[in-house]
């Protein structure tokens, strides 16, 4: 799947279309079924967190494998792993032929 995707979005930058990418991270952890398991909800939603960023993170790496200029950012600070959101840059990157994954 991750190839596939990545294969459509290389198809739309090559267009000049401008990407930003919204990734979930739903299929590894749901923040809600985990609280209702007995997990304290705020650390169950912070697991689907960094659950989202683990998904974004193998976009990114498939997007980069064929030679699409993407970049990672998430509104949880994560140094050294992604950058940290920031509008100005997620509005800017675009334009300049980017593709950016954010969370």
Known sequence: ILNRVAKEV???VELDVQIGIVIGGGNLFRGSILARSGINRVI???????????NGLAIYDSLHHINVDAHVMSAISLEGICADYNWADAMNKPRSGL?????
Do not use: N
């Not at 169950?44 to 683990?54: C, K, P, R, Y």
């Not at 593709?99 to 969370?103: H, K, L, V």
């Open 10 to 12: 290389k198809e739309l």
């Open 99 to 103: 593709c950016i994954d954010f969370y």
């Open 44 to 54: 169950s939603d912070q697991m689907g967190m960094l659950a989202t960023v683990i």
